[in-house]
T-cell receptor, first 113, second 114 residues
Framework: NAGVTQTPKFQVLKTGQSMTLQCAQD?????MSWYRQDPGMGLRLIHY???????DQGEVPNGYNVSRSTTEDFPLRLLSAAPSQTSVYFC????????????FGEGSRLTVL | AQKITQTQPGMFVQEKEAVTLDCTYD???????LFWYKQPSSGEMIFLIY??????QNATEGRYSLNFQKARKSANLVISASQLGDSAMYFC???????????FGTGTSLTVIP
């Protein structure tokens, strides 16, 4: 029962470095998304995808890129990390319907120095 | 515009008592879904309960029930017979008719007191 797998779980970066957070799901879900969680701000949507080759911006997309080449994978790229991107990141997937619950990965804690 | 509002940053409840966590939402779509998630201190997100906008009855899942008042645009979570393991952050969320975006509230931290 893999579900949604996120890697790495922890990462420390220096300002200006780049990295990719990996996300994979094995439930054949059309919808995949990335959130960041900051204290007192809940979960904010960064980017989402409704299928392979289709991505769109959420509430806080600046500084992040995504791609969706397969149904299973939805990586999140930080091209030039900034301290403001220090956060906990969650990948989530679901069937694309109004009653489809989100299935979350375990989260990735990113610190940018 | 903020879609989900949770006005209680922190709540305390005595063990075995019931507690209500508030959630209001804002949408002009007639079709939407409302969700509650639990996040314990270990960090994972756990789905608790779902309510559809067209559902006539309030959703229930074990000790969890959703008090859905459509006209007031509220979807409060009721936890009955609180247990120490219920201590966690609780997030209310809404999904629109296209299923493209989930909106989350800022969460309520619940502490169950023995």
């Amino acid at each position: 029962n893999a579900g949604v797998t996120q890697t790495p779980k922890f990462q420390v970066l220096k300002t200006g470095q780049s990295m990719t957070l990996q996300c994979a799901q094995d439930m054949n879900h059309e919808y995949m998304s990335w959130y960041r969680q900051d204290p007192g701000m809940g979960l904010r949507l960064i980017h989402y995808s409704v299928g392979a080759g289709i991505t769109d911006q959420g509430e806080v997309p600046n500084g992040y890129n995504v791609s969706r080449s397969t149904t299973e994978d939805f990586p999140l790229r930080l091209l030039s990390a900034a301290p403001s991107q220090t956060s906990v990141y969650f990948c989530a997937s679901s069937p694309r319907r109004v009653n489809g619950e989100l299935f979350f990965g375990e989260g990735s804690r990113l610190t940018v120095l | 515009a903020q879609k989900i509002t949770q006005t209680q940053p922190g709540m305390f409840v005595q063990e075995k008592e019931a507690v209500t966590l508030d959630c209001t939402y804002d949408t002009s779509d007639p079709s939407y879904g409302l969700f509650w998630y639990k996040q314990p201190s270990s960090g994972e997100m756990i789905f608790l309960i779902y309510q559809g906008s067209y559902d006539q009855q309030n959703a229930t899942e074990g000790r969890y029930s959703l008090n859905f008042q459509k006209a007031r645009k509220s979807a409060n979570l009721v936890i009955s017979a609180s247990q120490l393991g219920d201590s966690a952050m609780y997030f209310c969320a809404m999904r629109g008719p296209t299923g493209n975006q989930f909106y989350f509230g800022t969460g309520t931290s619940l502490t169950v007191i023995p």
